[in-house]
């Protein structure tokens, strides 16, 4: 699929949003503009989120497929 199909398929896709969130990071991603603002994160950072996901996850403070896909569709 060349670029200009790419970008015409994403912009019908972004058309039919309606989170106000998706749109919200959609449009700080957009005035970033540098992927260089992208950083890997270290194992540390990384273990950490880990760690947190887990907890978040043993104390109900997680959302299953289907609640992310209804709230973001």
Excluded at 1 to 14: G, L, N, Y
């Amino acid at each position: 699929m060349d670029i200009q199909t790419r970008k015409i398929e994403f912009v019908q896709a972004f058309l039919k949003l309606q989170s106000e969130e998706m749109i919200s990071l959609f449009e700080s991603i957009l005035k970033s503009g540098n992927k260089d603002d992208f950083y890997p994160m270290s194992i540390d950072e990384l273990n950490k989120r880990i760690d947190k996901s887990e907890k978040d996850f043993e104390t109900g403070k997680s959302k299953n497929h289907d609640e992310v896909f209804a709230k973001y569709s």
